[in-house]
């Protein structure tokens, strides 16, 4: 249990390669920047404001939720599981969240 919840002790993460080969596919990088984008720029960081702007940008994009989610859990966490995402990046922090999304946009 505490390898699965390091994401949240740690600055960086180390990213699970079959996750990132699942979920952060080239078709995704619009979506995933621009919710980096929304989310640096938040100004009421909770988890309802985080699954607000998950929203918007999965209706944004023509995306169904899970399409959206699963690679920003990727970005956050390294990994496919974790607690709900919207508590989950809000437990994490807007700086490190976002730090995150940046990196995981490189790969």
């Known amino acids: 249990m505490a390898q699965n919840s390091r994401f949240f002790y740690t600055d960086a993460v180390e990213f699970d390669e079959k996750a990132v080969r699942k979920h952060l596919k ?14 640096s720029r938040l100004t009421e960081w909770n988890a309802e404001a985080i ?32 607690p709900p995402i919207d508590v989950t990046v809000y437990l994490i922090g807007q700086r490190r969240s976002v730090e995150r999304l940046k990196r995981a946009l490189q790969l």
């Open 26 to 39: 080239p078709a995704i990088h619009t979506p995933l920047t621009d919710l980096c984008d929304r989310l």
């Open 51 to 82: 699954h607000a702007v998950i929203h918007a940008v999965a209706e944004q994009y023509e995306l169904k939720l899970g399409k959206i989610a699963q690679p920003l859990r990727v970005a956050v966490t390294g990994g496919a599981v974790s």
